[in-house]
């Protein structure tokens, strides 16, 4: 049966600034060990731009990248989102540079932010447009410079995290392919368990903010775990059942890449083996809003997903949120 309101993904993306960090780099720096941080998250290196690179310029070339795959031209893009909490600068956003720097004209542009879920909130924003009719093309971007914003004498989170980029491009579909359904979730009580306090309203950036540190990113990380561990597997779980997708029939999944523990909770949850599971934090670390877009550019660019298998995107993160996403693969 043809689906003729669906939204399918026809190219993905991905970029890593050339910088590796290893464990071992970080033990010379700080109080750690690769034996820690390895065992308790499962990272081993991560990725680091450098002074002169922000988030747009790594959203840029992801960004080509998919729309290269997507076989699109930037002037075919009627809508660019750009998922951050790494922006260039708080305004214009960081999808208003990337749109610049593609020469998209056409294009309407602008970011959202939900952490570490925010690309996935960004595709269903997108998704909602292309259904509705308002826009054919779009260019979805998860995009982060987290090492600019970590405190490199914290060793709670500056182990953790690390920067990249990841595009998609999506596109109405008249095949049974495509975008099944997404469920996202909030819950702004716990807001205060991970956060950037300084540089917005509340805390402008002053000498003071600075000296104190607030304009680092804070964690605590239990709180985190705890949540994490709940939650993956329980927005997988509230996704498939919108799209009446039953756990035996996922092919894949592709999940926000902060701790190799929580990703085998929800793993277990699922009751999928692990060779379903895509992980790449080993490399990368958590790279927030573009830990599932690259994750996912890579299990497509590797032939491991094929047309019309059961995909599954999920994350957590700050706000708190969590969002998941159901596909079935269209390339
Ligand atoms: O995308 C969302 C972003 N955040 C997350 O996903 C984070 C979720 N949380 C986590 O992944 C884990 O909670 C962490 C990896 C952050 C911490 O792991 P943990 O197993 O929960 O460790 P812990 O915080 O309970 O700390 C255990 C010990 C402590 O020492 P004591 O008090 O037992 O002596 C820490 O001080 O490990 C110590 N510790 C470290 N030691 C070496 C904490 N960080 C480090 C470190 N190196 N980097």
Partial sequence: MNNENSVKIIGTGSYLPPK???????????????????????????????????????????????????????E?????????????????????????????????????????????????????????????????????????????????TSVLFGDGAGAIVIQKTTDNTGILSSYLGTDGSKGEVLKQPAGGSRIP??????????????????????FAVRIMGKAAMEALKLSNIKIQDIDFLIPHQANIRIIEAAAKRLELPMDKVYVNLDKYGNMSAASVPVALD????????????????????????WASTVVRWSK
């Fill in 20 to 74: 590796i960090v290893t464990n071992f780099d970080l033990e010379k720096i700080m109080h750690t060990t690769d034996e820690w941080i390895r065992s308790r998250t499962g990272i081993e290196s991560r990725r680091v731009a450098d002074e002169k690179t922000a988030t747009s310029d790594l959203a840029t070339i992801a960004a080509r990248k998919a729309l290269e795959d997507a076989n699109l031209m930037a």
């Fill in 76 to 156: 075919d893009l009627d809508l660019i989102i750009v998922a951050t909490v790494t922006p260039d600068m708080m305004f214009p956003s960081t999808a208003c540079l990337v749109q610049k720097n593609l020469e998209a004209g056409k294009a309407v542009a602008f970011d959202i932010e939900a952490a570490c879920s925010g690309f996935l909130y960004a595709l269903t924003i997108g998704e909602q447009f292309i259904k509705g009719g308002v826009y054919k093309n779009a260019l979805i971007i998860g995009a982060e410079t987290l090492s600019k914003i970590l405190d490199p004498e914290d060793r709670n």
């Fill in 205 to 226: 950036s002053t000498y003071e903010s600075v000296k104190d540190k607030l304009h680092y990113v804070k964690m605590e990380g239990n709180e985190v775990f705890r």
């Fill in 298 to 321: 890579e299990a497509s660019k590797k032939g491991l997903l094929k047309k019309n298998d059961i995909v599954v995107l999920v994350a957590f993160g700050g706000g708190l949120t």
